[in-house]
């Protein structure tokens, strides 16, 4: 018979060692030796089952290796430390990994790590709030050191001998499934009822600008704003921000060109950095990457599209369209012009003019508006982006420049040289007459770090 495979996944120095020399029957040791490489161990457990457990480091050098593993095993402990934000934010990259690559009935639990420690960081709520996006991941907390809860995490490996249902441990989802049910937004016919009549108020005739609460199939509530012509002179940013309580100063993060790329650590550093100087991120509406990293630090993320670009979200499949308006957006502006004729690229001036008002605020008492920083990140990934490009550049804002995309990486090539040409003449002169500053790096830390520097002292805007 052969052996139940079990593998444990996530960032170096999380915990994952310490579990299997614990199910080993070894003393817990304080001192870390990091996994260099995929190890295999066999233990043995409860009624004297035997299992194959894969210790994984948490290099990326290894992780297509540890991809291919986890074809064949029965559960995965996507494990993090609870003192280790970035830790945390590593997990999601793991959960999209196996959801997209794998293909079967694998079992996933997201485990929390050193929960003995006094320098907790990742609450309880947050991890909760977390696997919410996540149906079919069980969650649970775990001590090596103490052996508090490791009875729990045995109990969720799968053997092959028959168990009760009694004998197993209940996951979170199930231990509150009840108090779910009590929630009428969540409710699977309050969502049904709400979600349509939502989608058919959007249909209906409107004046220039009209709020709904959007109820996204997972249950989160954005607001939406429907704008019948964006290029209507009376239309006022300022009276819908006040509409939706967002008339207080923002500094504002902006993505320019972003659609879904595997830039997951990335992403989590403008979100950290966003969370750390209470701004609010900016983009087309439609899926980055970024949404996940957003809810998890709680931050404002407002999706600006065309409405006739953008598709809403479909309760009854699994599939996304990559037009399809995403969830983990607080606020969604759709736009529409008098031709009703707005496609991707038309958005770029309401979209600049969005990010000044929110960085304006209110008019104080003594008339003045303080003005907070706005700064774009030029991603360049989806087509029609330089008329929002020219509108940065014409705000005097600071463009963060990350490379990736045709023209991107072509500003690097270029880097020393202010007379080159570029395969787009628009995107050299933008280059050549705005503040640019290219970041040649997909470090987390990095992107960070840039972000707050230009929210915070760049003398720009």
Known sequence: MENQLIALV????????????????LEFEEDYSPTEQIESTDVTIQDNETITIYDTPGNTAERKQVIEILKSVQIVFVCFDVENIDSFDSTLQWLDDIKKQINNSMQVCLVACKIDSDNRQISQEQAFEFINDYPNVEYLEISVKTGENMDMLIDKIPVTTPQGEGDLQQSYRTQQSNKQSEKPPHSPERQSQTYKSQTSLLNKEEPL???????????RVAKL????????KNLSIQDILFKLQLNQSYPVVNLIGAK???????YAGIARACFNTDAVIV???ISTGIEKYAIRRGVKLIGVAPEQEVKYPNQNTGFIDPFEISNGHTHIFLLNNKEKMMVFGLEGVFK??????????????NGQRESLKVVHILLGEQEGFLNELQQAVMANHPIIVIKGSPLCDQYFQNYNNPHANYSNASFGQLVR??????????????IAQYVHFF??????N
């Open 433 to 446: 007459k705005g503040h640019f500053y290219g970041l040649n790096s997909l470090d987390s830390e990095d």
């Open 455 to 460: 929210l915070t002292v760049t003398p720009y």
């Open 352 to 365: 600049i003019n969005l990010c000044k008002k929110l960085a304006e605020g209110r008019l104080a008492k």
């Open 260 to 266: 879904e790329t595997n830039k997951g650590k990335f």
């Open 10 to 25: 996530g960032d170096p120095a999380v915990g994952k060692t310490s579990i299997v020399k614990y199910l080993k029957g």
């Open 283 to 285: 983009d087309s509406g």
């Open 225 to 232: 704003v429907k704008i019948s012509d964006v290029n209507a």
């Open 209 to 219: 600008w009209k709020v709904y609460d959007f109820l996204f199939p997972t249950g």
